[in-house]
């Protein structure tokens, strides 16, 4: 069964940082474009960023310069490291990936989410 396990979330100060990690565990073949997005209450789920498994990045324009995706192929791994962290930012953030279960077959997972709150 595979899953996307994502950790690092928690409360931080406005102006701190923070690192979230998104694994996928299971049986599988590898694992295409990786991604994070964030909902915040009474807000449809945004992207943030995305990652290829080539390393080719995509962000929202209003995030780039604060926060930098990364990954890491052989751990089957996402990064997300969230800098100059601001209020508006407090949203679950959820982990998304393509997964190729089988060599010439795969699906898109969502993980669970992990809170990020950031206070004032």
């Known amino acids: 069964q595979v899953q996307l396990v994502e950790s690092g979330g928690g409360l931080v100060q406005a102006g701190g940082s923070l690192r979230l990690s998104c694994a996928v565990s299971?049986?599988?073949?590898?694992?295409?474009?990786m991604g994070w997005y964030r909902q915040s209450p009474g807000k449809q789920r945004e992207l943030v960023a995305s990652?290829?498994?080539?390393?080719?990045?995509n962000y929202a324009d209003s995030l780039k310069g604060r926060f930098t995706i990364s990954r890491d192929n052989a751990k089957n791994t996402v990064y997300l490291q969230l800098n100059s962290l601001k209020p508006e930012d407090t949203a679950v953030y959820y982990c998304?990936?393509?997964?190729?279960?089988?060599?010439?077959?795969?699906?898109?997972?969502w993980g669970k989410g992990t809170l990020v709150t950031v206070s004032s």
């Open positions: 998304n990936a393509d997964v190729l279960v089988y060599e010439a077959w795969g699906m898109n997972y």
């Open positions: 990652i290829t498994s080539g390393g080719t990045t």
């Open positions: 299971g049986s599988i073949f590898g694992v295409n474009t």
